[in-house]
Every structure is written in C-alpha cells, then in structure tokens.
C-alpha cells in the first residue's frame, strides 16, 4: 500500500513553498532548513544565545548563493483517507518549467531538511544543558522560562536571538537564510514570546529536520542528528511532564496560556505527523527489504526516499525514536486534558462531526489529540505492523496510559484497538499453530523479532481496557486519578459489550492452544515449540491472565459474557451434527472447561445467568441473521450439565428448577425446547431419586410440561381434517431427514419466512420432535413417576399417542422419516407394562389394518418387539388374533359377501398371524401349533387361491425358524404335499405352454383351469407367480438351514433336487424291465425353463448366474413378472448339486451342501467355531425373511 508521490529536484537554498493555510487541502511542505550553529546555553544561567561568526556566515551566504535554483509549486488533492492511508491521491501539480514527477507522501509534509553539515555535537552540549536543568530542578526552571519574556531589545544577545530566530523562520519559508530582514517584522513577531515557546520551538524543529539526501553526511553526521532528535524529544517530555503539575495548582489563566503556546507552535500537529511518519517509513523499510528493491534504483524522480535522508539503521531502529514519541505523546495527552478542558464545554467542539476526528488525516484545531484521525490511525496502524511487533507493548502502554483522557472518543478508541488487539491474538496464535504443525493453513500475517510475552502483553492490555469500561471505577480494579465523564465511560462499556463476543472468540482459541499444550506429551511439545518463533511462556500465567480478563466481567455482565460463550460456541460447532441435540466438538467443550475454571461462575451462577440470556437475549452480532442466541446458550448449557458433577448438580436443583420452568413459558425455538427436554433428562439421569416428595412432585409437573410442549411441536405435521371430531391427519409437505444433516442447517431456508414473522413452531422440526421422544420418553417418565405414581403417566401418554397414531397410520413416502420416529417411540413405550392402556388398542388397530406392512424395513424390528409385548403382556390379544383367523376361514358359508375381499381378508390375517409369530421367541406359542396348524390346512382345502397359498408357504417358512425340529414333525408331510404340488402346476404351466408353441394338436389343454367354485385363474397371473415365488423360497430356505435343524426334510429332499446316492446315471433295472430314472423336479424345471428362454430371447435370464454360499439364501427376489426370473435358482440348484454328487470322491466333497451339517470349509474353521457361523447365518436367513412381508415399493 504506498502513496503515489510526485518527485522533485534537490531542494537549495531559497527553495519557495506554498505554505499551509487552510485545513481543506493537505499540501506538501518540504521546508528547506539550514540551522548551522545553535545557541549555547550555559547551565544555571538564563538562556543564551552565541554569537555566530562572520566569517563562516559569509562563506554560506557564497556558497548557497551559486545554488540558486527556481522552485517548482505543489499541490497536493485533499481527501486523505484514515482506512487507506498509505495509497493517498497525488495530488496536483502546477511549475513554471517543464515540472520532473513527485511521488512525496503528505505525511511527510513537517519535515525541514539541512542543505548542508552542521556541529550536531555542540547543539547536543547546549540541549543537554536544558535537560540537565529540567532533571535538576524541573518546577523552577519551568516557572523561570515560562515567566521570562525574551522582548528586550536592548540586551545585544536578545537582540541577536531575536535576529536568528526571525532569520530561521524566513529560511524554514523557503528564503535565503541571508536576505535583509527588517527590524520591526521579526521584533514584532517574537514580542511577547517566552523562552518557553523558544524552547518548544527548537526542539521541534530539530525533531522534525533530516539531511538532505543529497548532502554528503558520514554516518557520524546521521548519528548526531538522530541524537539531536532523541535529545529534543527528552526535553519536551520532561517540560510537558512538568508543566502538567504546575498547570493542576495554578490559575486558569495560566493554563490558556499554555494551551495558546502548544497551538502556536503546533506541538500535537507536528509530534502526530513525526510518529505516523515513522510508521509509514518502517513499513515502507519492511516492505522494500522484504521484497528485496533498491530505494536508488526505483523510478526517476523524487520521492521523500530520495529527498530525505532516512539511513537505514534508523528504519530499521526507528523504535528508539518512536518510543521517545510515544513518551511525549503521552505527557502530551496528559497536559493537553489541563489545559484544554475548559475548551471542551464550548459549545463548537459538540457541533463537529462525529465522524470527521477518526476518518481524517488533517490535523483538527481545537481538537484533543485522543480526538484527532491520525492518532487513532496511527495506533492502529502501528498495532497492525507484524514486523514491528517488538514496539506493540509500548503502543498498549501508551493506550491504557491515556484511557482516562479519552473524553468523548473513549468508545471508539476502545473499541477499535481492542478488535485490533484481538485480531493480532488471533494471529498469533494461528502462526504458533502453524509453525508447530497443528495446522497446516498458513496465516496471512508472520510477524518477526517476536518479544518473548509478547501474548502475555497483548492479553494483558485487553484486560486493562476492557476492565477500565466495564468495571465500576470505583472498584479495586483501577484507581483513576481524573475524573471520568460517566456518560462517555457508559459509551465505552456498551461498546465493549457489543464486541464482547470477540474478544471472547480470541481468548478461547488462547484457551484451546494452552489446553493442547498442556495435553501433549512434554518433549514432543518442547520440541514442536522450538521450531515456532512465538513463546507461549508458562502456559499456567497466561491461563491465570485469561482467567483475571473473564472473572470480574462474568460477575458484573454475566449476561453478555454467557452470551458471548453463546456466540463462540456456534462458531466452533461442527458442520455434521446427526443427532436432534448436536454432540459437542472437542473445542465447544473446552468453552464448559472454560466457563468451569472462572471462579465466580458457580454452578448455581451459571444456571442463574443462562436464565437471564434466555429471557432478555443481549443484542450482540447482528450480522448473523439466523443465528438464535437462545439455542446455543442451551446447547452450551447441556453440555454444562453432562460434565459437571452430581453433587453441584444436586446442589443447584432449586436454580435448575427455575430455569426450566421460565424454559418452558419463553416459547423457544424447537431446537431449544429439544435441548431444555434433553437437559431435564440428563438430570433425571445423574440424579433419579430427589429426597423430598415436594421437589419430586415439581419435577413431575415440570416434565409433564415440558414433554407436552415437545408432543405439540411433534404434532406440528399434522392437521385436523373435520371440524367437529378430533381427527388428525399428515399435511402433505417434505419432511426433513434426522440423520447424516446438520439440525440448523436443514431448516434454515424453511424457517426464514417463519422465524421472525411467527409463534407457532414451524412443522419442519416435528421429525426432530418424534425423534427426540423416541430417544428419552419411555425411561424418563419411568424414573420420574414412582410405581405408586405410574396412573399419573397414562393422560399424559394418550396425549402423545394422539399425536403418533395418524403418522403411523400414513404410509407415504414424504411421510417415512415421522413414521420411523413414531414407531421407535412406540416401541421404546410398548416395554413398560404400565403405558400398555395407552397404546394397546391403537397398536392393535394398526397392526389390522390392511396397510400395516407398507413400511420401510428399519421398522420392522420396532413393530416386531410392539407385536411382542402387544401379545404377552396379557392372554387375551393373541387368543382374539386366533379367534379372527377361525372366523375369517369360517365365513365361507356367506353368500353375498364379495369372494375376493373375502380370501384377501383371510390372507391378510394368516399373514399378521404368520408376523405374530416371527415377532416371538423359538418355541412361544408352541402350545397353539395344532391350531395354527388347522388353520393353515383349511386354508389349504380351499384349492387354486394362491393368495392364500402364498401366504402359507410364508408361514411355513416363519415357522422353520420359530419352532423346534421335533414340534414341526406332524406338519412336514403338508409342507412337502403343497410344495410338491406347486411344482407339478409350474411344470403342467410349462409343458402346456410348449405344447401349444409347437402345433395346434392340443388346443385342449389350456392354461386356464376352471375351480370346482367357478372361480377361474390364469395360472400365468401374477398372483400365480408370487405362490411359486414363495414356493421357492420355502425350498431355499430349507436347503440353507443346517440338516439337524429340519431332520424331516433330509428324507424327501431327493425329490427336489439331485442327490448325491442317485450319482451313478444308470437306469435302475428291475428283473429285466426298464424304469425310467426319476429325475428331481428341480432338474425337470430348469429344463423347461431354458426350453421357453430359448424362445423368448428378450426375456432370457438364462446368463444371469446365481451363487452358492453355504448357509445363506439364494433367492433374493422379492417379485417375479415371468417364471423365467426363476432359470438362474433352478439352473444354480441342479448344477450345484449334480456336480458335487458328480465327483464325491474328489477333494470338493466336503464343501457340498449335504446332509451331514458338520461339512465345514477348512477356512472358516479356524476362524471361528460351527455355532457362530451359523448364529451369524441365521441371522442374515431372518433379515432376508423379514423383508417378505414389507409390501408397496419402500422395501428396496
């Protein structure tokens, strides 16, 4: 960021400028300076003035005269800007010549330059006489020279002081040193000065002047310039320091007369111009070394580079000048607020713009220096210099130094250098980061030649601007000896507060590098930290000074400081949070360790100050729109609650109490209602017994409260359809997943047109709701209510069920996620016995209603642990579920009812039978086999239903895995009957087809048979299809279940498939007669299959393979539109088997799928015994058969 300057010739003697007139327009004011000699003083005495020689005078006068030069005029443009100050606009130029460029920044415009050497040694003898007395006796001498006029003509050394000064003021105008000068103009001017003023004058005059660079100086000469400057700054601060106290105890007569001599001689002007002069000259320095330029080689012209003598070890060493600076700024400050207050109450300052003082670069008259533009840039500035970090501690000396005399920009200046101070922790911290390899983004901003506490300092100067504001004066924790305007320090305090959540963010992350290094290992962390050029230093001072910032602000603004910890906690949050109460991230938690290491905030504190957030959320970050205070606040406060202790959690009941009780009237945002439920229960977890019966009875209300709020946000996806019953039913609007997204982030766009404009809970967060209760209900209300208590729960439940029932009953897709949360929270009820009045009639009406198996196949273990506990927590349900089915199959007799309803309502019921029974445990309701087992034969009577048949095969299936081999024995030869059966249809269905492709010979037989009822059926329909679907399931499943599980089977499995005693091919010969070889159905089947696939080309499933794997099934369909999707199974099982039987005596034998189930793939033997591969196995058998009863398309 540099200025674009316009360059010029050397400056000579009788250089002309335009001098500065008004205030409108920065001009550029190179003043050529010659000071050869200077007045000698002699200690003790009054100032004196030498006389110069003549001789030397005179080779001057020839010397400068030969030089003369035309000057070219400079203008410079006026908008001069506090955010931007290095690119300031160049400017105008105007020259009566042909004008070479200028590239001068106007900051340098107090600068005087020598054209020539001067004795700096004997001027450094006469300024260090003056200090001498100042140190010696500063309140006489002070008294002396302010009082001591210098008008008097008479005296020859007066006279010729008089003289030089007025010849000094026409050179620094730009005129020859020599030219005549009339008597009158400069005894007229110097009249009524002090030495005083003469004192001030040339010390600022030295402090501004600089060799020209085109005088050649050896670095002696630079020397004793920068000591002449060094010198010069000592003595006004030692005369400022002083007139400071003279001016407390005297007249305020005086004290205008002070103030007059500082504006005369422009003291704030020029001391303001010399220190961003020098910030603007470091930086250039840093940049131009940094990017490796030769200031001598950059473009032609002039720049104040070139003009201006600025060496190199004084760029690079400036700090010695600017800490002298900063010294008599303050002591400048100091006096100024002396003086100057009686100023301050007249009525021109107040009328200023406000906004003028900090955003301009022209000096202000009338204005202190705290009020002025470039005092505010020039701290900012100067703090925002990485490269000269090593001043920074003396810049935060000189603002907590000054904070009293502030005045009416204390706010700002606060403000705006806390944010700055904030940010240089912040970037520190991440250098320290980087450099030690914990993070691999690399900060914008590296600072350099890092003083050791560096940080230290830096949080040490936040605390003592943040407590000045924020703390009552009058506390311990500052003494002022001025006194505040309580007006502007009430300013300041709510300014800081607005930026509270800020500084918090920077303290945090401190808070978190400490914590880390702390945790790591010693000398990993020792070496990681030698590579860094940042010292964190003893980690437990800066935890004792982060803990000295946040005490006393958490005891006297606990609101906003849990406020700001609202803030942070939001910006740490992870992206992914899948959980209804998002888990914490690892630095959200170290904001609880945080809050927990400040000793004032108590548990009890805590509670109390949350409530305070909760109800009157401070006004902080107003950018962040969708940002709600509240729910951080809550979310930070759940996490409190997990970490601290039981005890402190007992403790603190009666403040919790309150808290979730004013909870539960604020009307929260869902999120926070989630969290004030999911506090309640953390709670009742730690501590389920509360010692008096009046605080359990409260935790009873207050939860019946808090679980109604939460039932009504859950209902929120609901509408009622009539007016007059009470009937609920989905609104048809997307509902929004749980899992995998983040809570806030999800309903962000959904809430924006509801948050501001509305109070009613937005239906987006019922999911959320369902969720919620799903998780926490059933055992919270468990060990809230006593078992004497338990009635109290039912209203309560019959409330809730009100809301879950009509999810449960809509089974579309918009509506799965409410419908897997409703189910979850069902289930999680149904284990209690004592909810069973609340849900029991409901859960059962559900269960028959002719949709109940359109569902997503995550719900399926939840429905079967309800249908469980809904059958045998009493006697009765499963009995009346039996009793339906027998009525069901026993209305046959009626004439009039519709025959189709009539089997698919029997069907329906076998199936919820079938379902019952998979829900239970091996061998339940084995005393109900022989009526189950007439139920499923008199469905059976009823020939050519498949419907009903498929639902059978369905159950024999269920029944294989719910029943013991040896309780099954009486119903195998049914199984192996219907099974067989179904085979001899599909091969009939088969044949027939083939018989009719090939002529029209047998027309006869037609693939349409007409029952003994009338009712007719294409065998090729698709209810025909799913029968020998799950005809073929049932066969699957008995070849995957190890041979000891189903012994009957083993004696007619060679009707089915291939079989290893039958491998020889021969014919069996029987005296002399030829029979022909029986061939097992599967063989026959899959040869007619690969018959018809052959004709019908584009229905070809014959290359799709299947594959075996001992204990798993192998059909997965769960639909077939053709018997051709059947080839593969078919081709699989006669394959297998056959080539198994076909080389027994090969080394694959042992891997067959035989009878004997202790065949075991040496592999898997190691791995793990023969019970857990086939627990494993049974499992994935029972996974695969629970998906058969989903129906609808939810089930892929």
Request: charged share 20%; aromatic share 8%.
């Amino acid at each position: 960021m540099r200025g674009h300057l316009k360059r010029r010739p050397p400056l000579k003697r009788g250089c002309k400028r335009t001098p500065i007139r008004s205030h409108s327009s920065t001009q550029l004011s190179l003043k050529g300076k010659i000071m050869e000699r200077l007045q000698d003083k002699s200690p003790g005495a009054k100032p004196k003035v030498k006389k110069s020689k003549r001789k030397e005078e005179e080779r001057l006068r020839k010397a400068l005269q030969a030089e003369k030069l035309r000057p070219p005029r400079l203008f410079f443009g006026d908008s001069l800007d506090l955010e931007n100050w290095y690119s300031c606009g160049e400017g105008e130029v105007g020259a009566s010549a042909s004008p070479p460029q200028f590239n001068i920044h106007p900051l340098y415009q107090h600068v005087l330059l020598y054209l020539q050497l001067y004795d700096s040694s004997r001027t450094l003898h006469a300024l260090s006489a003056i200090a001498a007395m100042l140190r010696a006796a500063p309140s006489d001498f002070v008294d002396a020279i302010s009082t001591t006029s210098i008008n008097n003509t008479y005296t020859p050394q007066l006279s010729l002081l008089q003289n030089l000064l007025a010849r000094h003021r026409v050179s620094v105008m730009g005129k020859d040193f020599y030219c005549p000068i009339s008597q009158d103009s400069h005894s007229h001017s110097f009249r009524s000065a002090m030495f005083l003023e003469i004192i001030i004058s040339l010390c600022l005059y030295f402090l501004r002047s600089y060799y020209s660079a085109h005088v050649g100086t050896a670095a002696t000469d630079l020397a004793g310039n920068r000591a002449m400057q060094l010198t010069s700054l000592e003595v006004l601060t030692l005369l400022f320091s002083e007139l400071s106290k003279v001016t407390g105890g005297s007249a305020k007569g005086f004290a205008s007369f002070i103030s007059d001599v500082l504006s005369k001689c422009k003291v704030q002007k020029v001391v303001l111009h010399c220190l961003l002069s020098s910030i603007f000259s470091a930086q250039k320095w840093h940049e131009q070394r940094a990017a490796g330029v030769n200031v001598a080689s950059q473009e032609e012209g002039l720049s104040e580079d070139s003009v201006i003598n600025l060496s190199e070890d004084q760029m690079d060493g400036c700090s010695a000048v600017q800490s002298q600076l900063l010294r008599l700024l303050q002591s400048l400050v100091v006096l100024e607020h002396r003086v100057l207050v009686p100023a301050e109450e007249g009525g021109e300052v107040e009328h200023m713009n406000p906004q003028q003082p900090m955003t301009s670069l022209q000096y202000l008259h009338g204005q202190p220096i705290t009020a002025q533009g470039m005092f505010l840039c020039a701290v900012i500035r100067a703090l925002h210099q990485h490269h000269a970090c090593k001043m920074h501690p003396q810049w935060i000396g000189l603002i907590t130094a000054t904070l009293p005399y502030m005045g009416k920009v204390l706010r700002r200046v606060v403000a705006s250098v806390t944010l700055q101070l904030c940010r240089n922790l912040d970037n520190l911290i991440q250098q320290y980061r980087y450099e030690t390899a914990i993070t691999d983004t690399r900060p914008q901003w590296m600072a350099l030649c890092i003083p050791p506490d560096l940080i230290l300092t830096v949080l040490e100067g936040v605390t003592a601007i943040i407590h000045y504001c924020l703390l009552d004066p009058s506390s311990q924790y500052h003494q002022l000896q001025v006194s505040v305007d309580q007006k502007h320090l009430a300013e300041a305090r709510s300014g800081i507060l607005s930026i509270l959540h800020t500084i918090m963010s920077s303290v945090t992350l401190l808070w978190s590098v400490l914590y880390q290094a702390d945790s790591s290992d010693r000398p990993a962390a020792a070496s990681a930290a030698s590579t860094s050029n940042i010292n964190l230093g003893s980690t437990k001072n800066l935890r004792q000074q982060i803990l000295e910032l946040l005490g006393p602000i958490s005891m006297n603004h606990g609101a906003h400081f849990m406020a700001a910890i609202a803030y942070v906690w939001n910006e740490r949050k992870q992206v992914k949070t899948t959980a209804v109460i998002p888990t914490a991230s690892e630095e959200q938690l170290l904001l609880v360790e945080l809050v927990r290491s400040v000793s004032a905030m108590r548990t009890e504190t805590v509670m109390q100050t949350v409530k305070e957030v909760l109800k009157q959320p401070p006004a902080i970050a107003k950018e962040k729109k969708h940002l709600s205070l509240e729910v951080c606040m809550l979310q930070f406060f759940y996490a409190y609650v997990q970490r601290i202790p039981v005890s402190s959690l007992v403790d603190s009941w009666p403040s919790l109490l309150a808290l979730l009780k004013d909870s539960i009237q604020l009307g929260l945002p869902a999120p926070g209602q989630f969290l004030i439920l999911g506090v309640l229960n953390e709670f009742i977890l730690k501590n389920p017994n509360l010692e008096s019966k009046k605080d359990q009875r409260e935790l009873q209300d207050v939860t019946h409260k808090v679980v109604e709020a939460i039932g009504t946000i859950a209902g929120s996806s609901l509408e009622q359809t009539t007016w007059l019953r009470r009937n609920l039913e989905v609104k048809a609007s997307p509902q929004i997943m749980v899992d995998g997204t983040s809570l806030e982030q999800d309903v962000e766009d959904l809430m924006l047109t509801v948050m501001e404009a509305s109070s009613f809970t937005p239906s987006v967060y019922s999911v959320h709701a369902l969720t919620l209760l799903a998780e926490v209900l059933a055992h919270l209300l468990d060990m809230v209510f006593y078992s004497d208590e338990k009635e109290r729960v039912i209203p309560l439940l019959v409330n809730i069920m009100h809301y879950v029932v009509p999810y449960l009953r809509n089974h579309s897709a918009h509506n799965a996620p409410s419908y897997r949360a409703c189910i979850q929270l069902l289930s999680s009820l149904s284990g209690y016995q004592y909810t069973r009045r609340a849900w029991k009639k409901e859960a059962f009406d559900l269960f028959m209603d002719h949709t109940f198996f359109q569902m997503d196949s995550s719900c399926v273990s939840h429905w079967r642990a309800i249908i469980d506990h809904l059958m045998t927590h009493d006697k009765t349900t499963f009995r009346d579920l039996m009793t339906r089915v027998a009525v069901a199959q026993s209305s046959s007799l009626n004439l009039f009812s519709n025959r189709d309803a009539e089997l698919e309502q029997r069907a329906m019921l076998l199936k919820r039978l079938a379902f019952t029974i998979y829900s239970s445990e091996v061998d339940q309701y084995q005393k109900y086999l022989p009526d189950i087992q007439e139920r499923l034969v008199e469905s059976l009577r009823l020939p050519q239903v498949p419907i009903l048949h498929a639902q059978v095969f369905l159950f024999f299936r269920v029944l294989l895995l719910r029943m013991s081999p040896q309780h099954l024995t009486s119903l195998w030869p049914t199984m192996i009957t219907e099974l067989v059966q179904v085979f001899l249809l599909m091969e009939q269905e088969l044949t027939a087809d083939e018989d009719m492709t090939s002529g029209p010979s047998v027309a006869g037989l037609e693939t349409t048979y007409s029952g003994g009822n009338g009712f007719s059926t294409s065998y090729n329909s698709q209810r025909w299809l799913n029968l020998y679907l799950s005809a073929c399931k049932l066969l699957d499943l008995a070849l995957a279940l190890p041979s000891e599980s189903l012994p009957q089977f083993q004696m007619y499995r060679w009707a089915f498939i291939p079989e290893a005693s039958d491998d020889s091919g021969l014919e069996v010969r029987r005296q002399g007669t030829h029979q022909r070889e029986f061939k097992p159905y599967v063989v026959r089947l899959a040869k007619l299959l690969r018959k018809r696939a052959k004709k019908n080309p584009e229905e070809d499933c014959s290359l799709r393979t299947l594959s075996w794997e001992r204990g798993h099934l192998t059909l997965t369909l769960y639909m077939i539109r053709s018997m051709e999707q059947l080839l593969p199974f078919f081709n699989l099982l006669s394959q297998v088997f056959n080539s198994k039987a076909s080389s027994r005596n090969g080394p694959t034998h042992t891997t067959a799928p035989s009878h004997s189930g202790n065949s075991f793939p040496n592999k898997e033997g190691k791995l793990e015994s023969q019970k857990v591969f086939w627990s494993r196995a049974r499992q994935n058998i029972e996974e695969m058969v629970e998906k058969d009863f989903l129906e609808g398309l939810i089930k892929t």
